[in-house]
């Protein structure tokens, strides 16, 4: 079974303000989740990978997967994932970029392929979703759209 997302909207890194109160109703919602991803510009063809730099490298996808997900109501948390090509020590690389982790929040994982996950109080949604799109900019291999799409799902 497929699960189809309830709500899309696009927007630009330069006003996630769409992203933002998509993300705030499915957190919300325990269980809800927000999954964000860059769309690539019209007419530009799909990046291929090599098959066996997929296989067989320490990287993750060429275009970052953002997600916000919401725990159980009771817990207090959000979840933030980010799937990116960033490779090994994310965090590190992060805060040696200036982002570090706020106050609060706690790195779960940091695998080169598996991704990112970290978890902030139910309360830093917009700084959550902001926070994950910055750190996608400066994880990536290269210059990413400024035009991306936010997808909500229901449990």
């Known amino acids: 079974m497929r699960i189809q ?3 899309e909207t696009i927007f630009t890194l330069d006003d996630p303000s769409s992203a933002r109160g998509m993300a705030q ?3 919300a919602e325990a269980g809800g989740w927000v999954n964000l991803t860059p769309l690539p510009d019209p007419g530009t063809p799909p990046t291929r990978r090599n098959l066996f730099l997929a296989i067989f490298s320490s990287r993750g996808p060429d275009l970052p997967l953002a997600t916000l997900s919401a725990t159980a109501p009771t817990a207090g948390r959000i979840s933030l994932g980010l799937q990116h090509p960033g490779g090994v ?3 590190a690389r992060l805060a ?3 982002l570090d982790l706020p106050p609060g929040w ?3 994982t940091d695998h080169p392929r598996r991704g990112l996950v970290v978890t902030a109080p139910d309360t830093a949604t917009d700084q959550g979703l902001d926070w994950l799109l910055r750190a996608a ?3 990536a291999s290269g210059p990413l759209p400024s035009r991306w799409v936010a997808r909500r799902y229901r449990p």
């Open 5 to 7: 997302p309830v709500e």
């Open 25 to 27: 109703q499915a957190m």
């Open 89 to 91: 020590k994310a965090i």
């Open 96 to 98: 040696t970029s200036g």
């Open 106 to 108: 706690l790195a779960v």
């Open 137 to 139: 900019l400066v994880l």
